[in-house]
């Protein structure tokens, strides 16, 4: 009876135990649904709350750059060169184009015993200067010398050096030099005759205006840098060309003229194979035509002195302690005539 009793009450606690856990495993589902119903009601909450307060939630960063116009930049609009397809002479002229400068002749330094240093101007309005401004389109471009020059920096890689000084110190660039020339492209705003015919609304838009090169009225005279050194060997007195700077003319607002200031320099020895190409304007006769090397090496120019070495401590121009621009003329003519008269000295007896 004893054994009987034992039994029964092993098989309540087996039952016991079994009901216990099919009651757990039919309660889970119900936790899981519960949960995600409050997860549910957090998240409506959730998204009740934004509704009421927008900057309560910071958007999402944009990543997307906004595409911003590049500002114009000066451009000088120098056509490209155009050579002609067929022989434009009735004969053929190619001693010019095959042409080389010579070498310059060696001055030893201890047989230099005279140097002194002169700063030209030329006026391309003077007759003589008149094959500077000659406006006539060639195989190797327009023969302006300014464009000769501009030309020659930005197809034959010559360096242009920074007006600061002329002793070739700051090499700049194309672009710098047509900034120099035309300015920066500027804004202004005009009245937008497409949305507001009559000007009756006031309606105002913006336009870019550029400048345009004009090498006639920009640049009137140059500046040349040169040595003048009496060799004692030959018994020669020699003119070395060093440098050579377009002035760019500025004009007042009511168009009269201000003055002039240098635009860049250029080295003259790294030109001189680049002017034996290029032939001068001649006039009188066509067809007697001579490379820009050889005008400057005959001194075919007409020029006044505006600088020199001699007598001069402060390195000033003649203008700044000659005011009268006449007196001014015969104070370069003063210096002219003392380096010509030291080399003639040298044969008196």
Known sequence: MKNRLIKLGMLLAVLAFVSTEVDAQAKKPVREKSTRTTTAKKTNSNRTQAAANPAAIAPAPDTVKPVVAAPPEADLNIPPLKPSLRNDNA??????????????EHIREDDAVYVQRVWREIDVHEKMNLPFVYKADGDLGNQRFIMILLNAIKNDSITAFAPLDDRFTTPITFKEIATALVGVPRVIQIPDLVNDSDGSKGLMKDTTIIDEF???????????KEDVIFDK???RLFTRILGIAPLKSIYNEDGSFRDVTPLFWVYYPDLRTTFAKYEVYNGRNFGGKVSWEELFESRMFSSRIIKSTINNPNDLFIKSYVKDPILALLEGENVKEKIFNYEQDLWSY
């Not at 004969?91 to 310059?104: C, G, M, S």
């Not at 004009?214 to 040349?224: A, G, H, L, T």
Request: hydrophobic share 30%; glycine share 0%; net charge negative.
């Open 91 to 104: 004969i053929e002229r190619n001693l010019v184009k095959e042409r080389t400068p010579l070498a310059y």
């Open 214 to 224: 004009d090498p006639d009225k920009s640049v009137e005279r140059y500046w040349i």
């Open 233 to 235: 060997e030959s018994s």
